[in-house]
């Protein structure tokens, strides 16, 4: 079965990128897209993007200037960059599957804004 | 859109019939609304897409019915295990939103 794993530092300075990696597992990743949303502590959802096999991609406009995601699919993974990071940025982020309704998640990785 | 629940938090008994309703701001395309459960250190389960079809090993307790604007998530009997947050998507237009989410809590 498929399973995805989020990786990457707990822990971010005050202005500088956060990057996560999503390594899918147990499956290929053509024909789907693979997306990002994240969960502040205490807090809801929110829909982060996403981005399709092919590499094309879809940003929530809350984050557009800050935002990249990429594919690597000869690696099954794709990868968050998150740039000018705050403290409103610390939260829990999760790797999915599909780009509209997400059946397969990763466990979530914590990832705290700090100095 | 904006997807707004109701109630915030439910507090029902197990046995109990649980009703959950997610309100968007204008119209969900094809009825592309989503309902997840999430509980307390997990990730998201989705429950229901399409606003009524069950996902893959959903037990038939759950049920999403709905169109347009109104939607809701119907629990016929609450299990034990029922009990946690529960959360609405639209991924009809872009971007893709929650609901704020409601507690369904053991009373």
């Known amino acids: 079965q498929v399973q995805l794993q989020e990786s990457g530092p707990g822990l971010v300075k005050p202005s500088e990128t956060l990057s996560l990696t999503c390594t899918v597992s147990?499956?290929?990743?053509?024909?789907?897209?693979w997306s990002w949303i994240r969960q502040p502590p205490g807090k809801g959802l929110e829909w982060i993007g996403y981005?399709?096999?092919?590499?094309?991609?879809n940003y929530n406009p809350s984050f557009k200037s800050r935002l990249t995601i990429s594919i690597d699919t000869s690696k099954n993974q794709f990868s968050l960059r998150l740039s000018s990071v705050t403290t409103t940025d610390t939260a829990v982020y999760y790797c999915a599957r599909g780009g509209g309704v997400h059946e397969i998640w990763g466990q979530g990785t914590t990832v705290t804004v700090s100095s | 859109i904006v997807l707004t629940q109701s109630p915030g938090t439910l507090s029902l008994s197990p046995g109990e019939r649980a009703t959950l309703s997610c309100r968007a701001s204008?119209?969900?395309?094809?009825?592309?609304l989503g309902w997840y459960q999430q509980k307390p250190g997990q990730a998201p389960r989705l429950l229901i897409y399409?606003?009524?079809s069950r996902a893959t090993g959903i037990p038939d307790r759950f049920s999403g019915s709905g169109s347009g604007t109104d939607f809701t998530l119907t629990i016929s009997r609450l299990e034990p295990e029922d009990f946690a947050v529960y959360y609405c998507?639209?991924?009809?237009?872009?971007?893709?939103?929650f609901g704020q989410g409601t507690k369904v809590e053991i009373k």
């Open positions: 204008q119209s969900v395309s094809s009825s592309y």
């Open positions: 147990g499956g290929s990743m053509i024909s789907y897209s």
């Open positions: 998507q639209q991924y009809g237009s872009s971007p893709r939103t």
């Open positions: 399409g606003a009524s």
């Open positions: 981005i399709s096999y092919s590499g094309s991609t």
